[in-house]
């Protein structure tokens, strides 16, 4: 489907998205008693709040037991098949800051930064949901910023009417990278041709080792204005604590640097080939 600012299809879509814009952290939220349990009514909460935002944070009374009763959880809301390429080869990631070698200083495993991005970006293989999930938060900083990736692009299709030079399955390219056994890979930053007719987004601010295709760039750079400025408005900015995690449709996010105390920052990840 081709969407244009003036076609109906856009119009109609635009309107149900504007129906859906969390006003709020609390919007997003939802209370479960426990995670190794959680209830059938709990699990339709939560898919019903992803249906609507894109995104869902859940806060479960009782820890966590075991990475089986989160691989469990993952599974009733809809996530069943797993991306295993990160540095454990395995469907769940423990993400802390590491110092070790095998990390390559992949900057998720250290305390810095991360500017916005979608998750995969420079996988083949669309990554259609994540869900991270807090262990141990970190002594100070450590948010996740939140901003569902379907309000970025309706509001670039908005400013620039289409979005034909994002979704060229060449807009940008990444290097291969032989210590991670990664080859050259290409891709869309934002594109619906998939099996859910919704919107998917490749997209990374990074400007090293991505490189931009000359049709492509200047949408790009558009697009990188649009969430850093004109969506200012509905980013969401919160703190996880232990027992509670982040469920979306991998929508755009970042997080800010933290320092750890004591006990490190501890967060489980999982990435799905579903959307939810
Ligand atoms: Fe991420």
């Known amino acids: 489907m081709k969407f244009t600012s003036k076609s109906n299809e856009f119009k109609q879509w635009a ?115 994540w869900l991270l999930h807090c262990e141990e938060p970190a002594y100070s900083g450590g948010e996740n910023y939140l901003l569902d990736h379907e309000l970025a692009i309706r509001e670039y299709i908005i400013k620039y009417d289409n979005l034909e030079s994002l979704s060229s399955l060449d807009a940008f390219t990444i290097p291969g990278n032989t210590h991670a056994n990664r080859a050259e890979t290409k891709g869309y930053i934002c594109d619906n041709n998939n099996e859910y007719k919704k919107f998917h987004m490749k997209f990374s601010m990074r400007e090293k ?36 995690g982040i469920v979306s449709n991998n929508i755009l996010h970042g997080r800010n640097s933290f320092e750890d105390g004591k006990a490190m920052r501890k967060l489980y990840r999982i990435r799905s080939y579903e959307r939810i």
């Open 15 to 129: 309107l149900e998205k504007e129906d859906n814009i969390p006003l709020n952290i609390d919007d997003l939220i939802v209370k479960i008693h426990d995670i190794n349990h959680a209830t059938l009514a709990e699990i339709s909460n939560i898919k019903d709040i992803i249906k609507r935002f894109n995104c869902c944070i859940y806060q479960s009374r009782v820890s966590l037991n075991a990475q089986a009763d989160l691989m469990n959880f993952a599974q009733s809301i809809g996530m069943e098949t797993y991306d295993t390429n990160n540095i454990h080869n395995s469907p769940i990631s423990l993400i802390m800051s590491l110092e070790t070698k095998n990390t390559l200083n992949y900057i998720p495993y250290t305390n810095k930064k991360l500017n916005w991005h979608t998750d995969g970006y420079y996988d083949e293989k669309p990554i259609f949901s």
């Open 209 to 244: 080792n991505m490189k931009l295709n000359e049709q492509s760039k200047t949408a790009i750079m558009r697009m990188k204005k649009i969430i850093k400025e004109d969506c200012k408005k509905y980013c969401l900015t919160y703190k996880l604590s232990k027992n509670e």
